[in-house]
């Protein structure tokens, strides 16, 4: 987890200290990666952690928009966007163990989202 500054709780989550700093026009932003037209998918069951994520058994999608890698201050995120709201979907704060591939697939990968208190969850990703 990043530095803390003397204002921030010692608690908060990567997630929230993005989403934080996002109200704070100091910060230089970067955009590194906008893909419009991601699919998000809920993940089954992984048959084995040795054999990886399949992206050909995910079946359920449960949104579509746009993906932006973002870099502010010292965190940079993969955001999940609306693409007509513009709102967050999901932040996913990127870090060790935050992105893995599929092995059957160079367009789809799982990543681990964040809520404000730090819970989080597994979600595949596709793109067109």
């Given at each position: 987890m990043m530095k803390m500054d003397s204002g921030e709780k010692?608690?908060?989550?990567?997630?929230?200290?993005?989403l934080q700093s996002l109200h704070d026009p100091e910060i230089i932003e970067r955009v590194r990666c906008t893909i419009q037209n991601a699919h998000v998918f809920k993940l089954p069951p992984r048959q084995?952690?040795?054999?990886?994520?399949?992206?050909?058994?995910?079946?359920?999608k449960v949104w579509q928009g746009t993906v932006k890698i973002v870099e502010r201050g010292d965190l940079t995120a993969v955001l999940?966007?609306?693409?007509?709201?513009?709102?967050?979907?999901?932040?996913?704060?990127?870090?060790?163990?935050?992105?893995?591939?599929?092995?059957?697939s160079s367009r789809y990968f799982v990543?681990?989202?964040?809520?404000?208190n730090g819970r989080h969850m597994f979600i595949g990703v596709a793109f067109n």
């Open positions: 010692s608690g908060s989550s990567d997630a929230a200290i993005f084995s952690a040795s054999v990886g994520w399949r992206g050909a058994d995910w079946k359920e999940l966007v609306d693409r007509t709201k513009g709102s967050i979907f999901a932040v996913c704060p990127v870090k060790e163990g935050a992105v893995d591939r599929c092995v059957d990543l681990r989202i964040e809520n404000a």
